[in-house]
């Protein structure tokens, strides 16, 4: 089974480019940062609780955050693999990922990165949130507690799996289309050499 952690930045375009990799690779996504929104829709405790931490642009604590990944992991059953999107975020989730497959004989098979400078990051979430509705998308102060949260916890993350020979940069930078062109190749030479 395939497991793909795509990793970046917030708006560096990790869901779009996990939509299109799910299409062609069968594969499941698995967006934490949807599954909250979905608990917050819900008006459900773990929603109003991930709220407190979302709406502030900080990290919903990793206890919460692990336990929700390995519910949703552990329901999706005939799938042929799992695309981890804005999952793992901090070490602490990387390790419990890593035990949680161990645990089914299953390991990490890469982290792909798209790298975007802050800048265009900036610009893409504002632009996003004019749609999404996204209050997290909507203020500029918001958006970079999200990019220093990003650099104080999440950036290690790639460090992490680099150590294992398994972390990867894509330019994030350029068309949709590109951008997913460039991310098959790789894959399709992860999968290959696996
Ligand atoms: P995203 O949609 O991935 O940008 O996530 C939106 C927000 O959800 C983040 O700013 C965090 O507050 C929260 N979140 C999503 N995934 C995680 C995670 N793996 N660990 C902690 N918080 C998360």
Redesign the pocket.
């Known amino acids: 089974m395939l497991h793909l952690i795509l990793f970046g930045p917030?708006g560096s375009g990790k869901g779009t480019q996990a939509a299109k990799l799910v299409e062609k690779y069968n594969l499941a996504h698995i967006?934490?940062?949807d599954l909250?929104r979905a608990e917050i829709q819900n008006k459900t405790p773990l929603g109003i609780k991930a709220m407190e931490?979302?709406s502030q642009?900080?990290?919903?604590p990793d206890q919460v955050?692990i336990e929700m990944l390995r519910n949703k992991v552990d329901s999706m059953t005939n799938v042929k693999g799992f695309i981890y999107d804005?999952?793992?975020?901090t070490t602490p989730?990387a390790q419990a990922l890593d035990q949680m497959l161990k645990e089914k004989n299953e390991s990490i098979a890469a982290l792909i990165a798209l790298h975007v400078d802050d800048d265009e990051i900036v610009r893409r979430i504002l632009n996003r949130g004019l749609s999404s509705g996204r209050q997290?998308d909507s203020d500029e102060s918001i958006i970079r507690n999200?990019m220093e949260e990003y650099r104080k916890k999440t950036s290690v993350v790639y460090d992490y799996y680099k150590a294992i020979h398994k972390s990867h940069t894509i330019d994030g930078f350029g068309s949709i289309d590109e951008i997913f062109e460039n991310v098959t190749c790789l894959l399709d030479d992860i999968i290959v050499n696996l």
């Open positions: 917030p967006s934490t940062g909250f931490f979302m642009g900080q990290l919903v955050t804005g999952f793992p975020r989730q997290d999200r």
